[in-house]
Nanobody
Framework: QVQLVESGGGLVQTGGSLRLSCAAS????????MGWFRQAPGKEREFVIG????????SDADSVKGRFTISRDNAKSMVYLQMDSLKPEDTAVYYC????????????????????WGQGTQVTVSS
């Protein structure tokens, strides 16, 4: 089992940047494929970006391509979300999630695949 805690959210102006962090506790962080999801007010939670357990493969939603980057540090049990060129439509609660991955290169983009979730961190982009 793994516990996830997000940090780094806040208020930023359009065009600005934020870096979210997700700290994982528990054993064998490198077993987990990781992902970031977000949920805007009145909307369903949606996939943003994911990374394989090795860190060598990523997948992202069309809405964030070229603007968001995911990375991980298995030695520190951390995953990061670098968000650049932020837009008001990026405003949401951002969640870190984890799933035990059978393949070192697999990424996961559906909510149902993920077994473990953080509590979320608010990101607000002002226009």
């Amino acid at each position: 089992q793994v516990q996830l805690v997000e940090s780094g959210g806040g208020l930023v102006q359009t065009g600005g940047s934020l870096r979210l962090s997700c700290a994982a506790s528990g054993r064998t962080f490198s077993r987990y494929s990781m992902g970031w999801f977000r949920q805007a007010p009145g909307k369903e939670r949606e996939f943003v970006i994911g990374i394989s357990r090795s860190g060598g493969y990523t997948s992202d939603a069309d809405s964030v391509k070229g603007r968001f980057t995911i990375s991980r540090d298995n030695a520190k049990s951390m995953v990061y979300l670098q968000m650049d060129s932020l837009k008001p439509e990026d405003t949401a609660v951002y969640y870190c999630a984890a799933v035990v991955a059978g393949s070192s290169g697999s990424t996961h983009s559906t909510e149902a695949e993920y077994a473990y979730w953080g509590q979320g961190t608010q990101v607000t982009v002002s226009s």
